[in-house]
């Protein structure tokens, strides 16, 4: 089996009517179309006793669409596509990946752990076929989860994806603050959550510094 794959853009060819054959989709506004905000975290419990945290945009009875976040981040991160994926008939369903937010830490595990969690999940929501679209260090899941799951997956979309570290990356290949933070990560992991807790807590009491930084 075949999958469209593109690296082009985030929202295409997912947020497209062309990801799957047949398919209609009004890409005008309607009026289900609602304000965008950052949902509440659910905690999911796998058969295995494993929690999974997970938020979801867009509309609820929508085409599914497993979203997968970068690193270091979490589903909230896609707040901003809560209302392109309304306009376009889409549901958002973005897990934590193991020891992101509510999900269970997973010691030693790989991209090729993450299709089991996917596949799931997607059981727990009622969801036959769905899209995965990973965003930065998501792409390697989005990849091994439309490799993994070829019968239940309809189309994938990589947007800026970023190889697996050891395997198809390295930390020269990220910016100077990213291979601090990682090697952090790695040496002073409690440093590194202290140092992220405190940037949180920075970013909800001055939301716009926190987005200005980024510029």
């Keep these: 089996m075949r999958l469209p794959v593109s690296t082009s853009k985030p929202i295409s060819p997912l947020f497209g009517p062309a990801s799957v054959p047949g398919a209609s989709v009004d890409l005008a506004p309607t009026a289900r179309t609602l304000p965008p905000m950052i949902p509440q975290p ?4 796998l058969p295995d006793g494993r ?9 609820p ?20 596509a809560d209302t392109p994926a309304r ?33 799931a999940l997607a059981d727990h929501f009622g969801v036959g076929r769905y899209g995965v679209w990973g965003y930065s260090g998501g792409g390697p ?8 799951n070829a019968d239940r997956v309809t189309a994938a979309v990589v947007a ?18 990213d291979r601090q933070l990682l090697g952090l990560s790695v040496k002073h ?13 920075g970013a909800k009491l001055s939301p716009k510094s926190a987005v200005k930084s980024f510029e």
């Design 160 to 177: 800026a994806g970023m190889g697996e570290m050891g395997t198809f990356a390295t930390a020269d290949d990220f910016e100077k603050t």
């Design 61 to 80: 009875d929508g085409r599914p669409v497993m979203v997968f976040h970068g690193i270091p981040a979490c589903g909230a991160g896609f707040e901003w």
């Design 87 to 119: 306009e376009r008939n889409l549901r958002l369903i973005a897990p934590d990946r193991p020891g992101v937010g509510l999900s269970t830490r997973q010691p030693d595990w790989t991209v090729r752990d993450w299709p089991p969690i996917v596949t």
């Design 189 to 201: 992991p409690l440093a590194a959550r202290a140092l992220l807790s405190v940037t949180a807590r």
């Design 51 to 59: 929690g999974v945290g997970v938020y979801e945009y867009g509309l």
């Design 141 to 148: 899941h989005a990849v091994a989860t439309a490799a993994a």
């Design 42 to 45: 659910k905690l999911v419990t």
